[in-house]
């Protein structure tokens, strides 16, 4: 796909989220068409993702977590089968008390990979229906992929 190409179906994205999300807001790169969300207006957001025609966004292929040492950022990669586009959504949590709505209900697959999240980097996933450890056992202490994480074999610090 030409860049042109690829820059006009982002900002035909953008007009149309924007109808339904006022306030929303962009983080310019030229990869992905990239919105920021606040936690607190996520769910909203995620549902008019998923159901507004048009939209459509009916695939989650990615969900991650990034430790900005002062803050983390969730980041969710959508697809829309229907239409073809491709959406990022990035939303800013607390450091000490990372929070976030789940998106299970909307995207089944989330629910793995919020699990996943929650497990390495200790973000809560509010109402998830089976918020529990993944990979490490209950008696793990810590969280390994933030950085303030003291690994008492490999003593790396970031």
Request: with cysteine.
């Amino acid at each position: 796909m030409a860049d042109e190409e690829m820059n006009a179906k982002g900002e035909g994205l953008k007009v149309k989220i924007g109808e339904w999300l006022p306030l929303a807001q962009w983080e310019e790169g030229p990869e992905w068409t990239t919105l920021l969300v606040e936690p607190a207006s996520w769910p909203e957001a995620a549902k008019l993702l998923r159901f507004t025609p048009g939209l459509d966004f009916d695939f989650l292929f990615c969900l991650t977590c990034i430790d900005w040492k002062t803050h983390f950022t969730m980041v969710y990669h959508f697809r829309s089968t229907l239409h073809g586009h491709e959406l990022v959504v990035k939303s800013k949590l607390d450091h000490n008390q990372p929070a976030i709505e789940t998106v299970s209900r909307i995207w089944r697959t989330a629910e793995f990979h919020e699990r996943e999240a929650y497990d390495l980097f200790g973000v809560n996933f509010l109402h998830h229906p089976d918020l529990r450890r993944l990979f490490l056992t209950d008696e793990w202490v810590g969280y390994p992929l933030r950085k303030d994480y003291e690994d008492p074999v490999n003593m790396i610090k970031l």
